[in-house]
């Protein structure tokens, strides 16, 4: 039995109480073709989801890694370890699961913090803290894209196309989304003239998420493979690029999904703004610059398979960095729930916490 799920999408959901209560996660593995919402009961599970990609997008697997440890310290007993180092291992368990986006490690330290604080609480205290801060991570993340897709859709004075790349709505945050947020917001204020839904390959977000929340919403988009960006550039149908990002570093380099650094390029040559829309909680002021970000590498037969179908042959060589970085001299300005800011990012960017 699939739930209906109602035109404000949100990736994932708390059912029941909190003493015996489950989180729900929409598999979006399955989308757009089928709408099933799984049921976890474990920090374990939770891990696994983040890890296979169930749920995914940068506020949306720090919003889970935070459920994920509220579910851990539910199920702590105190009776084969200690506290602390039960902690320690939901942190690691949570953090290994993918290494690029940065809310997942941001919101492992708000829960961090959460327990420093409740050091001398019973764990019973601690769990209900725990669920608190991640139920806040949730809430919080949607109210700043309401508050970042307002100040994104600012930028366009009138009837607009935009291209965007991978999923960065709703599926992929705590709910309106990053750079969907904006294009949502442009909808909602009639500036939105079209958007170009790049397929966003290997793992297909833009055509099986965005395109399924575009129609959701009634959005006028049309889905094109990432090759086909240049082509459209080049007729002049192309009024900017607006993109979400995993971890911006201190110097405004900016890591997402593989492809965006060649439309950055492409916008470069094309003499199109490149807008880059993102919560603080995805700017990482402790990281120095682009270099020092970990690219995942995924399974290869995301590449050499679409689905159960194998589309290359057995024994080429095959490459899947999910993430590339886009330097800083390609981005046009930054859109925050803060406020918008261009470069030098380095003096800039710390101006918005
Ligand atoms: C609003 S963050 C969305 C961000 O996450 C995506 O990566 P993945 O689908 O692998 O989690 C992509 O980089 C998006 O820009």
Known sequence: MTDA??????????????????????????????????????????????????IRGAPAIGIAAAFGMALGMRAFDGEHTSRALELRRLHDLLASTRPTAVNLFWALERCRQV???LEDADNAALTDALFDEAERIFQDDRDNNLRLGNFGAALFEGP????????????????????????????????????????????????????????????????ITDSMAAHFMKLGQVDAVIVGTDRIARNGDVANKIGTYMLAVLCKHHNIPFYVATPLSTI???????????????????????GERQMAPEGVGV????????????????????????????????TLF
């Open 5 to 54: 799920i109602a035109s404000n999408v949100v990736p994932l959901k708390w059912e029941g109480d909190r003493a015996s209560g489950t989180l729900r996660m929409l598999d979006q593995r399955r989308l757009p073709t089928e709408e099933y919402w799984q049921t976890l009961h474990s920090a374990e599970e939770v891990a696994r989801g983040i890890r296979d990609m169930v």
């Open 115 to 117: 327990a420093e604080r």
């Open 319 to 350: 490459a899947h960095p999910a993430f590339d970085v886009t330097p800083a001299n390609l981005v046009t300005a930054i859109i925050t729930e803060a406020g918008v800011v261009h470069p030098p990012y380095t003096r800039s960017l710390p």
């Open 160 to 223: 607009t196309r935009i291209l965007t790349h991978c999923n960065t709505g709703a599926l992929a945050t705590g709910g309106y989304g990053t750079a969907l947020g904006v294009i949502r917001a442009l909808h909602a204020q009639g500036k939105l003239t079209h958007v170009w839904v790049d397929e966003t390959r290997p793992y297909l977000q833009g055509a099986r998420l965005t395109a399924w929340e575009c129609v959701q919403e009634g959005i006028d988009a049309t889905l």
């Open 284 to 306: 990482d002021l402790s990281t120095a610059s682009g270099d020092d970000i970990e690219i995942e590498q995924r399974d290869p037969a995301e590449v050499s398979h679409i």
